[in-house]
Nanobody
Framework: QVQLVESGGGLVPPGGTLKLSCVAS????????MSWYRQRPGKERELVAH???????SSAASVKGRFTISRDNANNTVYLQMNSLNVEDTAVYYC????????????WGQGTQVTVSS
């Protein structure tokens, strides 16, 4: 059974940091492109960052220089380090997996809430 389980969300003041984790099971993690998406209140879901099976990461312009995606294939885990958080980063953050060879093979986590507020 495929599972993506996110953790690490919470309430943080502006300028604060959080590190999200997503533990995967039920598929061959190392061959999947892993991504973090977010959905802000009243907005559509958007891509925040992704990392290839080879470990090459990239992030959206809105978070570049503040957020860093990384992966640990030995522990089937992808991370999102979030620094210098601001209120516009408040959202539900979702973990996403896409098979590198079959792009129709995708999986989503249930999401974790990140709230940036003073």
């Amino acid at each position: 059974q495929v599972q993506l389980v996110e953790s690490g969300g919470g309430l943080v003041p502006p300028g604060g940091t959080l590190k999200l984790s997503c533990v995967a099971s039920g598929f061959t993690f190392s061959i999947y492109i892993m991504s973090w998406y977010r959905q802000r209140p009243g907005k559509e879901r958007e891509l925040v960052a992704h990392i290839t099976s080879a470990g090459d990461g990239s992030s959206a312009a809105s978070v570049k220089g503040r957020f860093t995606i990384s992966r640990d294939n030995a522990n089937n885990t992808v991370y999102l380090q979030m620094n210098s958080l601001n209120v516009e980063d408040t959202a539900v953050y979702y973990c996403h997996a896409q098979n590198s060879y079959y792009d129709y093979d995708v999986h989503w986590g249930q999401g974790t809430q990140v709230t940036v507020s003073s």
